[in-house]
Protein backbone atom coordinates (compact mmCIF):
# COMPACT_ATOMS: atom_id res chain seq x y z
CA UNK A 1 0.00 0.00 0.00
CA UNK A 2 1.56 3.27 -1.36
CA UNK A 3 1.46 6.81 0.82
CA UNK A 4 -2.48 7.76 -0.90
CA UNK A 5 -3.62 4.07 0.40
CA UNK A 6 -2.04 4.95 3.72
CA UNK A 7 -3.39 7.84 3.92
CA UNK A 8 -6.99 6.54 3.14
CA UNK A 9 -6.80 3.71 5.36
CA UNK A 10 -5.48 6.39 8.27
CA UNK A 11 -8.63 8.93 7.50
CA UNK A 12 -10.93 6.30 7.37
CA UNK A 13 -9.64 4.26 11.00
CA UNK A 14 -9.81 7.11 12.50
CA UNK A 15 -13.26 8.20 11.39
CA UNK A 16 -14.69 4.79 12.28
CA UNK A 17 -12.45 5.41 15.90
CA UNK A 18 -13.96 8.84 16.54
CA UNK A 19 -17.70 7.54 15.67
CA UNK A 20 -17.58 4.13 17.94
CA UNK A 21 -15.53 6.07 20.87
CA UNK A 22 -17.29 9.39 21.19
CA UNK A 23 -20.30 9.06 18.39
CA UNK A 24 -18.51 11.37 15.92
CA UNK A 25 -15.52 11.83 13.36
CA UNK A 26 -13.00 14.78 14.07
CA UNK A 27 -12.74 16.11 10.86
CA UNK A 28 -10.31 15.77 7.82
CA UNK A 29 -7.02 15.98 9.79
CA UNK A 30 -8.25 14.94 13.42
CA UNK A 31 -9.15 11.71 11.37
CA UNK A 32 -5.92 10.99 9.41
CA UNK A 33 -3.77 11.84 12.52
CA UNK A 34 -5.86 9.55 15.05
CA UNK A 35 -6.05 6.90 12.54
CA UNK A 36 -1.89 6.79 11.61
CA UNK A 37 -1.24 7.08 14.99
CA UNK A 38 -3.72 4.43 15.40
CA UNK A 39 -2.62 2.09 12.66
CA UNK A 40 0.72 2.38 14.22
CA UNK A 41 -0.65 1.03 17.74
CA UNK A 42 -3.31 -1.63 16.31
CA UNK A 43 -0.47 -3.31 14.63
CA UNK A 44 2.14 -2.96 17.72
CA UNK A 45 -0.80 -4.24 20.59
CA UNK A 46 -2.37 -6.82 18.29
CA UNK A 47 1.22 -7.77 16.93
CA UNK A 48 2.29 -8.04 20.72
CA UNK A 49 -1.01 -10.47 21.39
CA UNK A 50 -0.15 -12.76 18.20
CA UNK A 51 -3.19 -11.34 16.05
CA UNK A 52 -4.24 -10.90 13.01
CA UNK A 53 -7.08 -9.46 11.16
CA UNK A 54 -6.28 -9.86 7.57
CA UNK A 55 -4.24 -8.37 5.25
CA UNK A 56 -5.39 -5.66 2.70
CA UNK A 57 -7.14 -2.42 3.24
CA UNK A 58 -9.73 -4.46 5.26
CA UNK A 59 -7.71 -5.75 7.53
CA UNK A 60 -5.47 -2.42 7.69
CA UNK A 61 -8.72 -0.28 8.43
CA UNK A 62 -10.15 -2.81 11.37
CA UNK A 63 -6.65 -3.03 12.71
CA UNK A 64 -6.37 1.10 12.58
CA UNK A 65 -9.61 1.28 14.04
CA UNK A 66 -9.10 -0.60 17.37
CA UNK A 67 -5.59 1.44 17.69
CA UNK A 68 -7.64 4.58 17.22
CA UNK A 69 -10.02 3.25 19.65
CA UNK A 70 -7.09 2.77 21.94
CA UNK A 71 -5.70 5.87 21.56
CA UNK A 72 -8.66 8.09 22.25
CA UNK A 73 -9.38 5.94 25.31
CA UNK A 74 -5.81 7.17 26.44
CA UNK A 75 -6.29 10.89 25.71
CA UNK A 76 -9.72 10.76 27.22
CA UNK A 77 -8.15 9.45 30.59
CA UNK A 78 -5.15 12.11 30.51
CA UNK A 79 -7.45 14.82 29.72
CA UNK A 80 -10.25 14.23 32.48
CA UNK A 81 -7.44 13.88 35.18
CA UNK A 82 -6.83 17.44 34.55
Do not use: H, P
Amino acid sequence: MGILGSIIVGIVAGYLGGLIFKGRGMGLIGNLVVGILGGMMGYWVLGKLGINLGEGWIGAILTGAIGAIIILTIYYLLLKKK
